[in-house]
């Protein structure tokens, strides 16, 4: 007669049978739910049904099976502690020393289409995490296995006798975590449900994806970790074609080019370096935007990372190769571009789903001791009340480039300024302590080109001295937010210079 009790009941079913027949042959009489009760059966291992032990049948269609004394005192008893023991034993309850569960799959359940509220509410398992719980507090004497990557290491211990405490805490610790992100998943699907946008406390959960080398530094250790049913228009959900992994900067920067070229419906390029766009460019063809994006400043792509919003030709895949680029990111390479390019070693070419760019997410910004959180940027001069400022209306072709230079602007860190024509950035000033600052820079990188160029300000001009030094470099139309109490004294600078500018009442600071 078995001697031990092992109670296995997974919704994964990945491995399991070959694992309970060494769970049988080692001396553990088997207890089972379900699915699982009639998986093990139909392979000939010995199982008995939670409900023989119980003595109580499974109802309300297997919402109560497992919540039931006979098993929990099973789980909970200290096998150390005679007073348990004993307390056991007058109850006729057999102590368990091994739990193998995992969940109902409510990440998968609610990721399918036309899934209906009560078909996720009764993928919300109840008796599962209960049980893991409770055999995780009681560790010492209950060895819990929620992972299938943990079979092998639980049954070689179990074989040898030498599973140890710290064995058995690193089990348990990944069962709390297990428990606390199935709890987080349920959590942020009731919110939404339930309409709520800041409740009183937020629990989020990611998944490993990869350790990396380093963070920012050497000296920094990092990891990228992805959101269960995170966005496919992702880093995260990328599929990396070709190359060495990422790394953290890489990873940044790639997120940061995707955010920028989505914003764009025709051909469009992007070229980033340091989370900043160093060249933006559009044209009836990708190649023609890679082009004018290479085009804008030649120098800083140099080890940058570009994003495209269409499939990679040859034509355009021969221009990438040209240059030294860390990562190219498009919707697909063609086989002829993917020959070209995967003839470099180390380039990282990253296929990432478009049709989900639509999709919506909030930022997180950790800070010491607490996070922010944020609806992402997605505001677009649509969204805006944009009103002509000044005595002279932006022409047709201002009136592109306008848009085309706000789109960008967005994406620079603030103080940003941008001096652009319709289809291609010419100075890009980001990051500076002072609008001037970001200004000077942007107007001296795009030099006489910026004669009948436009300017884009991510916020309002705290005084006209930008709208005199874009003048004195020929830029003819200016889009900013306004809202200064100085708009005025802006406001006739331009006209004084015959400059068009134009309010959009929309501010997009980017720290």
Not at 412 to 418: H, L, Y
Request: charged share 25%.
């Amino acid at each position: 007669m078995a001697t031990k009790r092992a109670l296995i009941s997974v919704s994964d079913k990945t491995g399991i049978v070959e694992f309970a027949r060494q769970v049988a042959s080692l001396g553990f009489e088997i207890i089972s739910t379900g699915g699982t009760k009639k998986v093990l059966a139909e392979n000939a291992i010995p199982v008995k049904s939670v409900s023989e032990v119980t003595g109580f049948p499974e109802i309300m269609d297997g919402r109560v099976k497992t919540l039931h004394p006979a098993i929990h005192g099973g789980l909970l008893g200290k096998q150390d502690n005679d007073s348990h023991m004993q307390q056991l034993a007058d109850q006729g309850i057999m102590p368990i020393q091994l739990v193998c569960v995992n969940l109902y799959p409510f990440q998968q359940t609610i990721a399918r289409s036309g899934l209906t509220v009560e078909e996720a509410i009764e993928n919300i398992d109840i008796g599962g995490p209960a049980m893991l719980r409770a055999s995780a507090k009681n560790h010492e004497s209950v060895a819990v296995v929620v992972d299938p990557a943990d079979y092998e290491t639980v049954l070689k211990g179990l074989e040898t006798g030498e599973l140890s405490l710290k064995e058995r805490r690193r089990l348990a610790a990944k069962v709390y975590r297990h428990t606390a992100g199935y709890d987080a998943m349920i959590a942020e699907y009731m919110t939404n449900l339930a309409e709520e946008e800041q409740p009183e406390s937020v629990t989020i959960t990611y998944t490993l994806k990869q350790p990396l080398r380093y963070g920012e530094n050497p000296h920094q250790k990092a990891a990228f970790y992805q959101k269960p049913l995170g966005t496919a228009f992702s880093i995260a959900n990328a599929k990396q074609l070709h190359g060495k992994e990422l790394s953290y900067n890489n990873i940044n920067d790639a997120d940061a080019a995707l955010q920028i070229v989505k914003e764009f419906d025709q051909p469009a390029a992007v070229a980033v370096k340091h989370m900043n766009p160093c060249g933006v460019g559009t044209g009836e063809s990708v190649a023609e935007a890679f082009q004018k994006a290479y085009d804008a400043d030649p120098t800083s792509i140099f080890g940058g990372i570009v994003a495209l919003n269409r499939e990679v030709d040859a034509q355009t895949a021969s221009a990438l190769h040209e240059i030294f680029l860390e990562i190219v990111i498009a919707p697909s390479f063609s086989n002829e571009a993917l020959e070209i390019l995967t003839s470099k070693k180390n380039i990282r070419l990253l296929e990432v789903d478009f049709s989900a760019k639509d999709m919506k997410e909030n930022k997180l910004t950790s800070v010491a001791g607490g996070l922010l959180i944020q609806d992402l940027d997605y505001a677009t001069l649509d969204d805006s009340e944009m009103k002509i400022a000044t005595k002279r209306e932006p022409t047709q072709a201002e009136w592109e480039a306008l848009k085309f230079g706000w789109k960008v602007v967005k994406h620079v860190k603030s103080n940003a300024i941008v001096v652009a024509d319709r289809q291609m950035t010419l100075g890009v000033g980001a990051g500076q302590m002072n609008r001037i600052g970001a200004a000077n820079i942007a107007l001296e990188q795009a030099g006489e080109k910026a004669k009948g160029a436009i300017l884009a300000s991510d916020a309002f001009f705290p005084m006209d001295d930008t709208v005199e030094a874009a003048a004195k470099a020929g830029i003819t139309a200016i889009v900013q937010p306004g809202g200064s109490v100085r708009d005025e004294d802006s406001i006739k600078k331009a006209d004084e210079y015959g400059i068009a500018m134009v309010f959009t009442g929309i501010r997009h600071f980017k720290h």
